[in-house]
């Protein structure tokens, strides 16, 4: 705003002084009474080249055309046009006079040049000596005809001054000349022709007219003209008035001898010029101004003649300089003009450097400001971020060491839950032992439970950072873990459905290992809140929500509605609605968390009496891996490992010298191996079990596979809780091997719910049981797989053709069993006939394939392809004379040596020894 300012004080200044430095101009009105008459157009000639002198002046021509009354109108105009002086040649005195008082009495003054009026209201006048020139014409005649003769008058218009004067001046002379007569004045009012019709006359009339003085050189020119034509032989002197310079001027017809003298008539526009010069600028001047006659002859004709060339030529040149002075003055004014406005844009210029210098410095503070605030963020950033990373790193720290700390603390309670559980079982205990007892067995549930929320809440911060989604069937996945709810469901009669539509419409992209832990979480949620004889239901749909395609699952059960005051706090960590019935308590904390890293939602409603979960996933996320999940084998993914377990096991099965029972193997018992990496839990469960069955141990999941491989024991029992290969994955691998997969393995679990437990189900382990371990249970657990499996044994072995006893079957288990031999029976020469392959050509899934066929005959698929070979091999070893390593082929086995020792497993013999019984 301040340099907007100063730059309008600028300009006015600029402006002002150009004014000041303009000179004022007047403006004179020149009222000429004639038209283009030569003796008048010098006189303007004249004014014009005086100009040329004076700057501040400029002038405007009326011409009245010899028309008194136009002269006035246009007079009057002047006065309208507000000119600062007014020179006027009268057309006449009278009616001339008024209209130009007029004006000298409006204080305009007013120059009479040539012609005068009758009145005193003019402020100069300037012309020729009007009587002066009738004197000189008086003395002159006087003086050629000695002073004596006759002489005509010719008249100029008498309504004008200088008629009246110049025949005032002539003959008060010749009053002085008494023998000199004026005989004739002929009155012409400046026509030529009233000569031509009157001079004639005059002539006859008196033969003896010796001069005639005419008003101006026309009428004396028009005078020789009568008076040559009247007698060619006269001596007549012939003076006219004016004596211009000009081509048929009077200066010519003296030369020429037309006329014999002309008396100059000065214009005086030069004078008049000089005099309004003076008037305007309130100088000295004189108000009558009478200017000087001379006559001319031939007897100066020709000087007179130099005398006007010179001044003509006087007269260009100064016409010339005038040119080239106005071109110069045009030049100046120019570059004036430029210089003015080269100064004003210089100015402008300076104005705006000294603006952009200001805002430029503004800006150059403003910005060390910034620079300055931008440092101190970015130092408070660093700050911040380092005291974040301080925190996290310590948060971490503290997690990682109660973790370390609750996995620590989890085996000593283990052991001291064992031991006090079989305190517990002594008969003999007084009921406040036993109520003491009771406390220490609750209060290691309750710690137990407490040390779970600190692993499952490090393995969820763990876990969030490593999303892996893939295409995959949701429904499918649903179809699995369903399996794990069945026998819950069973148990309280929960009415458990899944509403599942088109297959196929809910291929979506998700992480596999996360959706199973947010659907089997709802699902424990759901089972744990539902009354007996309640009903839990899973329901899919499609929906469009913020404009992404999503998938919405509701698990709704129709446990006591949740209050609404803690449905928005439902998803905290550590929040339990109201329940007494332990959990880790961050369950649906870590369903939202990893609800909100598939970009999905997560909402609690009461409806209907049910209680809804209700949650969406976008079909598609942008970290998705474009992978076709389905179908693959997940245990397949950690290849380098797959790989050092195939060697373990080909290693052993390849190399039959190795195979020998180390000494702690007492083959005459039942053997159990007991896989855990806590020597303490080791040598407490072999505590429980040495009495009764043969124990032999492994410290991790790679020792427990080379024993399982080597030994072959009737049981296993593994923590699922190992480094390197831990519990699950040893399973898996176990009853992958064809020489393992019969045998039954225990997991021990951290809890009954545990993710590990229920993919420890999915590899096929027989069974779990949860930490710290009930001698009791595991007693009865123990005795009850061996004895499935001794049951089972004795079943196919008193099998005649394929080893079951149909009897036992329905006839739906009948033709499931039958297509599954079926399949079996065509392929049998397959050593890579897999489990894969008859689940999916019996329409099942893996685990559906496993839990059937397990319920059918107690046998794993593998074990029962594995059975059925070793039947197959029996048939055809009866039957035919084919050598057994062929027979080992045709059924299947990879090895002869492989199949003698499963055969041996089987049947308590060697393939040769029990063909050598047949033969008996
Ligand atoms: C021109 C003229 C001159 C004469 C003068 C008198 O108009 O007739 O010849 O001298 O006027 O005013």
């Not at 309670?413 to 002594?426: E, F, R, V, Y």
């Amino acid at each position: 705003m301040r340099d907007v300012k100063i730059t309008l004080i600028f300009l006015v200044c600029m402006l002002t002084a150009v004014s000041i430095a303009a000179k004022d101009r007047f403006l004179i009105g020149f009222s000429q009474c004639g038209l283009h008459e030569d003796w008048r157009m010098n006189m303007e000639a004249e004014m014009e080249r005086e100009l040329m002198f004076h700057d501040d002046l400029s002038i405007i021509i009326k011409q009245a055309g010899d028309d008194s009354y136009l002269q006035i109108k246009q007079i009057k105009e002047f006065v309208n046009s507000k000119i600062d002086l007014l020179i006027v040649s009268p057309n006449e005195i009278q009616p001339v006079q008024e209209a130009i008082e007029d004006v000298y009495k409006k204080g305009i003054p007013v120059i009479l040049i040539d012609r005068r009026v009758d009145s005193e209201f003019y402020t100069a006048y300037v012309g020729g000596d009007n009587y002066g020139i009738g004197k000189v014409a008086a003395s002159y005649i006087a003086n050629r005809l000695n002073n004596k003769g006759e002489i005509v008058e010719i008249l100029g218009a008498l309504s004008i001054s200088p008629a009246l004067e110049r025949t005032s001046g002539f003959n008060e002379t010749l009053k002085n000349y008494p023998e000199l007569k004026n005989i004739s004045q002929i009155t012409t009012n400046w026509a030529e022709n009233a000569v031509a019709d009157n001079l004639p006359k005059v002539l006859t009339q008196h033969p003896n007219v010796n001069a005639i003085y005419a008003f101006n050189d026309e009428l004396a020119k028009e005078a020789s003209n009568v008076v040559n034509s009247w007698s060619k032989d006269n001596n007549i002197l012939i003076i006219g008035i004016d004596g211009l310079p000009n081509v048929g001027g009077g200066i010519e017809l003296v030369e020429k001898e037309i006329i014999s003298a002309s008396l100059i008539y000065p214009t005086g526009g030069k004078e008049a010029i000089q005099i309004a010069a003076k008037i305007l600028h309130n100088q000295v001047f004189q108000k009558n101004n009478l200017l000087p006659t001379t006559l001319i002859d031939p007897s100066n004709v020709d000087i007179t003649r130099i005398q006007f060339q010179n001044i003509n030529a006087l007269q260009e040149d100064i016409t010339k300089s005038k040119n080239m002075l106005e071109l110069l003055n045009g030049r100046y004014r120019d570059q004036q003009i430029l210089l003015f406005v080269t100064l004003v844009l210089l100015a402008l210029v300076a104005i705006l450097l000294v603006m952009y210098l200001r805002s430029f410095k503004r800006l150059k503070i403003s910005n060390k400001n910034l620079g300055k605030q931008k440092e101190e963020i970015s130092a408070q950033n660093t700050e911040l971020k380092r005291l974040s990373d301080e925190l996290e790193k310590i948060t971490q720290e503290r997690l990682r060491f109660y973790t370390n700390i609750s996995h620590e603390f989890r085996t000593p309670l283990t052991l001291i839950s064992g031991p006090i559980d079989k305190l517990s079982k002594i008969k003999k205990l007084s009921a406040e032992q036993k109520e003491l007892l009771h406390i220490a067995q609750k209060n290691i549930t309750i710690l137990l439970k407490l040390i779970e929320q600190i692993i499952d809440f490090r393995k969820y911060e763990l876990g969030k950072y490593d999303f892996s989604p893939v295409s995959a069937n949701l429904i499918k996945h649903f179809i699995d873990w369903n399996e794990l709810f069945a026998e819950v469901a069973k148990r309280k009669q929960i009415d458990f459905k899944m509403e599942a539509f088109q297959e196929d419409d809910f291929v979506l992209d998700f992480d596999v290992e996360k959706m199973e832990r947010i659907y089997t979480n709802l699902l424990s949620n759901a089972f744990k809140f539902t009354p007996k004889g309640g009903a839990i239901k899973v329901k899919l749909s499609k929906e469009i929500i913020d404009r992404r395609e999503c998938v919405k699952v509701n698990v709704l059960n129709s446990g006591k509605p949740i209050q609404e005051s803690k449905i928005k706090e439902i998803f905290d960590r550590f929040y339990q609605a109201g329940s007494k019935t332990g959990g880790s308590g961050i369950g649906l904390a870590l369903v939202k968390g990893y609800i909100d890293l598939h970009h999905g939602k997560i909402e609690v409603t009461n409806q209907n009496g049910f209680v809804y979960f209700t949650f969406s996933i976008p079909i598609k996320q942008e970290e998705s891996i474009e992978k076709e999940e389905e179908g693959k084998d997940p245990e397949m993914v950690a290849i380098g490992r797959e790989d050092k377990i195939k060697d373990i096991i080909t290693g052993i099965n390849e190399n039959e010298d190795s195979f020998a029972f180390d000494d702690e193997f007492d083959a005459e018992k039942t053997s159990i191996l007991l896989i855990d990496d806590h020597p303490g839990i080791r040598s407490y469960l072999k505590s429980l079990l040495k009495d009764k069955y043969a124990v032999f141990e492994a410290c991790d999941g790679i020792e427990g596979i080379r024993k399982a491989v080597r030994y072959i024991p009737d049981l296993i029992i593994s923590d699922v809780m190992m480094p390197g290969i831990d519990g699950v994955e040893m399973c898996r691998h176990l009853k992958k091997e064809i020489s393992t997969s019969h045998i039954p393995i225990i997991l021990l679990t951290a809890n009954v719910q545990d993710e590990k437990c229920i993919l420890g189900f999915e590899s096929g382990a027989d069974d779990y049981i949860s930490k710290p371990v009930n001698n009791e249970i595991l007693e009865v657990r123990i005795r009850k797989l061996i004895e499935g499996r001794k049951q089972l044994k004795a079943l196919y072995g008193t099998s005649s053709s394929s080893g079951k006893n149909k009897a036992e079957i329905n006839c739906i288990e009948e033709s499931f069993i039958d297509k599954f031999e079926d399949l079996i029976e065509k392929q049998i020469q397959d050593t890579e006939l897999s489990v894969d392959f008859i689940s999916k050509e019996m329409g099942l899934s893996r685990i559906q394939l496993y839990r059937k066929v397990k319920a059918l005959t107690n046998y794993s698929p593998i074990e029962y392809l594995t059975i059925y070979r070793l039947k197959k091999a029996v048939h055809l070893m009866t039957i035919t004379e084919i050598p057994l390593s062929q027979i080992a082929y045709q059924v299947g086995f990879s090895a002869p040596s492989y199949f003698s020792k499963v055969f041996r497993k089987y049947y308590d013999k060697s393939p040769s020894e029990y063909l050598k019984d047949i033969s008996k």
